[in-house]
């Protein structure tokens, strides 16, 4: 337990730069429950929405908040996976259905869209990602070109696609590689 506590701070202290940090973990009166290879799903009618695991995870019944280790989510459109997303570390409020993922924080769907960044909020009631965060996200078209894009802070949907209008929020760069259709 002490090495989790260790862990949980020196995580907690990298995230003060970038973001809004998760909720402080501290020992609290009530019960507390470790989980080694912990696995989550949610299903309706036996249909996947999304897997939710990791190596390891502490129970705090107390608030129903989960610290989860080497975190891995899987997401589902009509029960085939459509998304990846692994972390070193999140929180996750059952409640109310937020997850923070940080460390090496990387996400990458099924038509090869990868995100990668320090810290990434997961909405489930929202069905989003957010973060403040410096991002790189890598979009290849099916033209062959791949454009990467470098910024802080980006609003995607879990299939890693854009909720309604893109919005900047700081400067962002694109460069777009391969060969672009030319119109004579």
């Not at 460390?103 to 810290?119: K, Q």
Request: aromatic share 8%; proline share 2%; hydrophobic share 40%.
């Amino acid at each position: 337990m002490r090495a989790v506590k260790c862990f949980a701070v020196a995580g907690l202290l990298v995230l003060v730069a970038c973001g809004s940090e998760p909720d402080q973990w501290t020992d609290e009166n009530g019960q507390i429950q470790t989980v080694a290879e912990f696995r989550l799903v949610q299903a309706e009618n036996g249909i996947r929405d999304w897997m939710l695991s990791g190596d390891s995870a502490v129970y705090r019944e107390a608030d129903s908040l989960l610290f989860i280790t080497e975190v891995n989510i899987v997401f589902y459109k009509d029960d085939v996976p459509e998304s990846f997303v692994r972390s070193d570390t999140a929180t996750s409020d059952l409640v109310n259905g937020l997850t923070v993922l940080w460390g090496n924080v990387h996400a990458e769907n099924v038509n090869g869209r990868t995100l990668d960044t320090d810290l990434l909020n997961w909405s489930d009631s929202m069905e989003t990602f957010e973060t403040d965060c410096l991002v790189t996200f890598v979009i290849p078209e099916s033209t062959g070109t791949v454009t990467t894009l470098n910024g802080r802070g980006v609003i995607l949907d879990t299939g890693l696609s854009a909720v309604g209008d893109v919005i900047v929020r700081d400067s962002f760069t694109a460069v777009t590689t391969g060969e672009l259709p030319f119109d004579e």
